[in-house]
């Protein structure tokens, strides 16, 4: 993890965090050292959003499928045995183990759910926002930073 970087001058700030990458674009397509800048974002908040329920038949749908898959990606490294025909190599090879794997997977998604019942009972994302986006760069590189800010983009 690098060391954190005393905080650079304020060269613009931004109410949308994609107005700040834009100037860091700008910055960057003229060569400015891409190193010595930073985006800071101020006030910053956290917003969960609720996405759904979450219930023994949702746990156990979700074990099943990541398990199923789990257990076909394994039947693509299982051996072939010689003389088997197409139907034997199929319930052998591929849906034994899609089938077994979908089973354990669904066994452990709602013991863990089970285990965990007290905490939450429904699935969210959460994202950190800022109210404001500064461009911040070192206070020796500020003049040079604001006037390749001012330059028109070429071929624009």
């Known amino acids: ?13 931004f109410g949308e965090y994609t107005e ?3 100037l860091v674009e700008k910055l960057v397509e003229a060569n400015f050292p891409m190193n010595a800048i ?3 974002g101020k006030d910053l908040k956290t917003v969960e959003r609720i996405r759904g329920r979450m219930n023994y038949g949702k746990v156990a749908l979700s ?18 045995p010689e003389g088997a025909d197409a139907s034997s190599i199929a ?7 899609v ?19 007290n905490k939450r009972s429904f699935v969210s994302s ?9 461009v911040q760069v070192p206070s020796n590189l500020l003049a040079q930073a604001k006037e390749m800010a001012a ?5 624009a």
């Open 1 to 13: 993890m690098p060391a954190a970087q005393e905080q650079g001058e304020v060269l613009a700030s």
């Open 20 to 22: 700040a990458v834009a």
């Open 38 to 40: 930073a985006i800071v």
């Open 63 to 80: 074990g099943a499928t990541t398990g199923a898959f789990i257990g076909f990606v394994l039947s693509l490294f299982s051996p072939v």
């Open 91 to 97: 319930v052998s090879n591929v849906i034994q183990p």
């Open 99 to 117: 089938l077994i794997a979908a089973g354990i997977g669904m066994i452990f998604n709602i013991v863990r759910f089970a285990m965990a019942r």
């Open 126 to 134: 959460s994202m950190v926002m800022a109210k404001e986006y500064e």
């Open 151 to 155: 330059k028109p983009v070429e071929g």
